[in-house]
């Protein structure tokens, strides 16, 4: 089926170069996040067909275990790690299997969680903000403060599964997700030149709307422009091997632009939308 004008033209298909992406990722180790369902499933199928070791971390175990037949049917190797990173203690789990598992080359952290909700609708709901946290932000980290001798170790890589609003201007009703996807991007990055250091590569990549089950409950993303997840996958995969550290849609640059420009006609935008939608 064509695909709206709009999406071939903001999310054009890209393709992997199959040689490189087989000599960056054949042989190796690589730990997904998230790897039941969505952007994390499809990067799991697809580098499946390489020769890889996949080690699939997320709470469903089901879906979990059907990817892994897939993987395994492809020819790659799995590995499931049940775990609820809503749970520091399930992060230590986490991190505890991971040791026994050997050489890890690559860590893509994608869990994720994402919540839109206004402030008003959020009074009683602190738990919003430390369930993002504990998945978006506090469990990535501690993952990651426990694989970094292993990284250093196989000279390995880590790529971060950030959210393009990241890179813009905060958004009203987005407080929660856009917090502790932010306090992570900051936090990751801090760290790029001390992970360079050690011999780490640190890459990230900012999506868009990728259709997922992430969006599936927001009326408002029905018909909205979105990336493939099979897309979302092939721009993961191909950052592994390109050499680059970051990974945006190329018309970033003119949300990003306009925000610099004009972050307070962006207040009264921001306050206008609101008072539209509330009344
Ligand atoms: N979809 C988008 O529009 C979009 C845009 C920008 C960035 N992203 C980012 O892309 C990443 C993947 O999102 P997605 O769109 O693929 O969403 P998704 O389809 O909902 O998948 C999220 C994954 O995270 C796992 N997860 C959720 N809660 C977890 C928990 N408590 N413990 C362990 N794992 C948990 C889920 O597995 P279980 O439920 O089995 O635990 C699932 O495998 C996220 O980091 C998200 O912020 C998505």
Not at 4 to 11: D, G, H, S, T
Not at 93 to 119: E, H, Y
Not at 145 to 167: D, E, F, W, Y
Request: hydrophobic letters at 45%; one cysteine or more.
């Amino acid at each position: 089926m064509q695909r709206p004008l709009a999406e071939r033209l903001l999310f054009p298909p890209q393709q992997v170069n199959e040689t490189k992406l087989a000599k960056a990722v054949n042989g190796k180790t690589i730990v997904v996040s998230g790897a039941s369902f969505g952007i994390g499933h499809a990067l799991c199928l697809l580098l499946s067909r390489y020769d890889t070791h996949l080690v699939l971390i997320a709470r469903t175990e089901e879906a979990m275990s059907i990817l892994a037949k897939s993987i395994e049917a492809n020819g790659s190797r799995a590995t499931i790690i049940v775990a609820d990173l809503y749970q520091i203690d399930d992060a230590e789990a986490v991190l505890a299997r991971l040791a026994t598992i050997g050489a890890i080359d690559i860590f893509i952290s994608n869990a994720g969680k994402s919540i839109m909700r206004p402030l008003v609708q959020s009074l009683a709901r602190y738990q919003d903000i430390t369930r993002t946290n504990s998945l978006n932000y506090l469990a990535p980290v501690k993952i990651l403060l426990g694989l970094t001798p292993l990284l250093t170790r196989s000279k390995g890589m880590i790529i971060n599964v950030s959210a393009l609003n990241v890179l813009l201007l905060p958004a009203p009703n987005w407080a929660a997700y856009q917090a502790s996807k932010t306090a992570f991007d900051q936090w990751f990055r801090c760290n790029w030149a001390e992970w360079k250091q050690l011999g780490i590569t640190a890459k990230s990549i900012y999506f868009p709307l990728v259709k997922t089950r992430m969006i599936a409950p927001n009326p408002k993303y029905t018909h909205a422009p979105a990336m493939e997840v099979q897309q979302a996958a092939i721009r993961i995969a191909k950052l592994i091997y390109q050499d680059k550290s970051v990974s945006k849609p190329w018309w970033a640059i003119f949300p990003q632009t306009a925000g610099f420009l004009a972050s307070k006609l962006w207040n009264a935008y921001s306050f206008h939308h609101i008072s539209r939608h509330s009344s």
